[in-house]
């Protein structure tokens, strides 16, 4: 069985960074956040997933802005100008997925902020022949009608918006796309794809990139249709994110997933407290320093 885990870091110059509003109690853009702190772990943080490579003897290998990278962003900017560079970067992991998986049995992408902290094999520990390995992201009270009406008021009256790239964003997103192509949904997950376990039939299966102008080009109508369907603060929502077509194409094409726990994708964002046991820990906080430093205190 032939295996690989792979990684990619593109430095978005901070001009062509996508705004992201801080969380409460936060003074600075996350992605600005984000940028300055990789900078100061990245050597870090890399090294220790090339070790967890090593010890499930996986290939690894990264990518980074080079030529490769270069001109699949001037493609996007040609065809599509309207994705923004995050946009692209993520659609860029995905190509690798398709790629890798051509040379390679199984392969897990990890974002850079994952830090493992395991011996344990996913592969082994996972069964990807029944489905993609990912997280399920919890995305609130999509449903709850007083919820609804409470985020419309604070768009409407206070300029308080949803990021596109919440969780709940995402679940509008791919519900709309979905019922856009008649496709009877009651409900859609939404999927994270820090941590991501495949292989080329479920690639296959999913079938990302076919009719790919037809997706974009839906979004981008659902986006900036002036007689909506969807009340204004949801429709400000849409995007092009790259989990919001995983959801719409893997619920469109009938692809099952074999759901990652809170311990093999543990998820830290508005919280440095790391859950015990965890074997994967998502750092989305960015909060590295202290990471690092409970990781020295307990590992070294």
């Known amino acids: 069985m032939k295996r690989i885990i792979f990684s990619i870091y593109i430095d978005i110059p901070e001009p062509l960074l996508d705004a992201q509003p801080p969380h409460h109690g936060e003074t600075e853009d996350k992605n600005v956040k984000a940028k300055r702190e990789f900078a100061n772990h990245y050597s870090w943080l890399l090294e220790r997933q090339k070790e967890y490579a090593n010890n499930i003897s996986a290939d690894y290998k990264h990518y980074v802005y080079d030529q490769k990278y270069i001109d699949l962003q001037k493609w996007y900017n040609e065809n599509y100008p309207y994705i923004t560079e995050y946009n692209i970067v993520n659609f860029y992991k995905i190509h690798l997925m398709y790629e890798l998986a051509e040379e ?36 609130g009270k999509r449903s709850d009608v007083e919820y609804i009406k409470k985020r419309e008021d604070l768009f409407l009256n206070y300029n308080i918006k949803n990021s596109i790239r919440s969780p709940w964003a995402k679940w509008w997103n791919s519900r709309a796309l979905c019922m856009n192509y008649g496709k009877p949904i009651d409900d859609i997950p939404v999927y994270n794809t820090g941590i991501v376990g495949i292989n080329k039939y479920w690639l296959d299966k999913i079938d990302y990139f076919s009719d790919f102008d037809e997706t974009l080009e839906e979004m981008k109508e659902l986006k900036e249709e002036e007689m909506s369907m969807y009340p204004q603060f949801v429709q400000a929502m849409f995007g092009w994110d790259n989990e919001t077509i995983w959801g719409f194409k893997c619920h469109m094409n009938d692809v099952p997933s074999v759901w990652l726990d809170g311990y093999w994708h543990a998820f830290l964002d508005k919280n440095i407290i790391v859950p015990k046991d965890s074997k994967l820990i998502h750092i989305v906080n960015k909060e590295f320093k202290a990471i690092r430093e409970w990781y020295e205190e307990n590992y070294i």
Do not use: M, Q, R, S
């Open 104 to 139: 390679y049995d199984e392969v897990l992408y990890l974002d850079l902020d994952v830090l493992p902290v395991t011996i344990e094999n996913i592969f082994d520990k996972h069964d990807i022949t029944k489905g993609v390995l990912i997280k399920k992201n919890a995305h």
